[in-house]
């Protein structure tokens, strides 16, 4: 069975610093993952995923994302965070082959002026 | 750009109502879902479907139920409403790739109480 893990319920950082939302992820197969963001009365939106090639994968409004198969982690990273990052961040999984997406639980991200 | 609209973003039910909560997207997607997000637990799948008429269970299907008739439309049916299906009730849709890459978008939400 697959599943993710999102260790922190919620991640302070001031603007302007680096800022880290981190995810683990345990499958059988390949790994498959994702990134989303929700901002407040909002569906969600994609921000980036992982499928095959480069680790470090690039995505919308300046996160990144590093798959390490080593520590099965899918960390979301961004340089220097804005106010605006401020929202509700989901990790999801789908192991390798036709099946769904595994969601965890969520990490809210607050970004301090 | 991918949309994804649900009929309601706010629905306030009673007990034992019927209720019906429609999606349609507008990009000619093979898989739909329904999930529903409550605080602390993420998002459970409750139903999916990779094509029309065919509908699979999710992780909680209990108390649900779904119709999908034509290709755009995928529509969530709660047949006697209760207090524990209060929640935020999320859409998404997505291609069927044979790279089985698909990303799912996601509709705005909509948030029922029931009462």
């Known amino acids: 069975a697959q599943s993710v893990a999102q260790p922190e319920d919620q991640v302070n950082v001031a603007e302007g610093n680096p800022l880290t939302v981190k995810c683990t992820y345990s499958?059988?197969?390949?790994?498959?993952l994702f990134w989303y963001v929700q901002y407040p009365n909002r569906g969600l939106q994609f921000l980036l995923k992982?499928?095959?090639?480069?680790?470090l994968v690039k995505g919308s409004y300046g996160f990144e994302a590093e798959f390490n198969k080593s520590q099965t982690s899918f960390h979301l990273k961004k340089p220097s965070a804005l106010v605006s990052d401020s929202a509700l961040y989901f990790c999801?999984?789908?192991?390798?082959?036709?099946?769904?997406?595994?969601f965890g639980k969520g990490t809210m991200l607050l970004v301090s002026p | 750009d991918v949309k994804v609209t649900q009929s309601s973003r706010y629905l306030v039910k009673r007990t034992g109502e019927k209720v019906f909560l429609e999606c349609v997207q507008d990009?000619?997607?093979?898989?739909m879902f329904w999930y529903r997000q409550d605080p602390g637990l993420g998002l459970r799948l409750i139903y999916f479907?990779?094509?029309?008429?065919?509908?699979e269970k999710g992780d909680i299907p209990e108390g649900y139920s779904v119709s999908r008739e034509k290709k755009e439309r995928f529509s969530l049916i709660l047949e006697s409403a209760s207090t524990n299906q209060t929640s935020m009730y999320l859409c998404?849709?997505?291609?069927?790739?044979?790279?089985?890459?698909?990303?799912?978008?996601f509709g705005p939400g909509t948030r029922l109480l029931v009462l």
């Open positions: 999801a999984v789908r192991e390798g082959g036709y099946s769904t997406l595994t």
């Open positions: 998404a849709s997505s291609l069927y790739g044979t790279g089985r890459q698909e990303t799912q978008y």
């Open positions: 990009m000619d997607h093979e898989n």
């Open positions: 479907s990779y094509d029309v008429k065919m509908k």
């Open positions: 992982y499928i095959t090639g480069d680790n």
């Open positions: 499958v059988s197969g390949n790994p498959y």
